[in-house]
């Protein structure tokens, strides 16, 4: 991999990753164009791709810094301290601690027992991938349609929590979209358009975090100083991008809706299968 392929991989990683249309798809196609991809060795691409996320989970923290100061602290003085309280008299704050725990579950649990699965070759197929741009974009189209968005993010429950962590491990399946699939559910909860993103980036934080150290650490010993630069480029271009991704989407589902991301996905998902069939991308 050259500087130039890692800035791009970057670009591609953080420009994707909050926008329902996958970053996994973008990244996959991209290395497969650019000959990145082993067939071999194909865990070594999802290492790459789940080390240059945390840049991606920078930019999270700094967008939403004043969630993420505010919650872990409101929610360790009402349950650690002396000052705790009964769950059903927490704080919102507190309670959207809870929620974000609750909802971190199923993709953990999820990842841990299929992450051999996750890391082989069936989760850099094009056409597993372009079939999940269309199913998930006509789900996303079926819930833009159907929504009420009524709910805002103090009316979230643990119900909404499981459900929308569900759709979270649904994400684990290429093609789908991290923040596709929980906007999607959350559409479907009756949240409004910003509240379901909102949540999908808080929700994020657990499972990017634990996925991307740990795969960091498991890389380590493989990184030279070559290998070393790129990854810290791409990580950090992932970044820089990422922040101006989040604060694209939240400024636009405040006034627009997801159909020009549903026309995207089952656009690019059947040029993918058309270009797999003629033999262009393999």
């Keep these: ?28 196609i991209a290395g497969k164009m650019m000959g990145l991809i082993s067939a071999e060795n194909p865990e ?25 100061r505010t919650i872990p602290i409101v929610f360790l003085k009402e349950n650690l301290t002396k000052d705790r309280k009964k769950l059903v008299e927490q704080s ?36 597993v991938i372009a079939t999940s741009l269309i199913m998930l974009g006509i789900i996303l189209f079926i819930a833009e349609k159907t929504a009420k968005f009524n709910r805002e993010i ?36 009756g949240m409004t358009r910003e509240t379901a993103a909102r949540f999908s980036f808080l929700l994020s934080i657990p499972a990017i975090t634990a996925s991307g150290l740990l795969e960091f650490f498991k890389s380590l010993p493989h990184i030279d100083g070559d290998s070393g630069l ?37 656009g690019l998902g059947a040029l993918i299968l058309v270009l797999v069939a003629k033999g262009v991308l393999e």
Excluded: C
């Design 1 to 28: 991999m050259s500087l130039i392929e890692a800035i791009i991989l970057g670009l591609v990683q953080g420009l994707t990753e909050f926008i329902p249309i996958s970053s996994t798809a973008h990244l996959t």
């Design 44 to 68: 070594a691409w999802t290492t790459f791709m789940a080390v240059i996320q945390l840049g991606t989970l920078v930019a999270v923290f700094v967008y939403f810094h004043q969630d993420i």
């Design 92 to 127: 919102h704050e507190a309670q959207l601690g809870w929620l974000i725990i609750l909802g971190s579950v199923p993709i953990i649990v999820i990842g841990l027992v299929f992450k051999d699965f996750i890391r082989g070759t069936f989760t850099k197929d094009l056409t």
């Design 154 to 189: 103090k009316d979230l429950t643990w119900k909404d929590a499981i459900l929308v962590g569900l759709a979270q491990a649904v994400a684990l399946i290429p093609g789908s979209s991290r923040s596709g699939t929980t906007i999607t559910a959350g559409l479907f909860r």
């Design 230 to 266: 790129n990854l810290l480029v791409a990580t950090v271009v992932s970044g820089v991008s990422g922040y101006y991704a989040i604060a694209f989407l939240m400024n636009f589902l405040k006034t627009r809706t997801t159909l020009p991301f549903v026309v995207y996905r089952i």
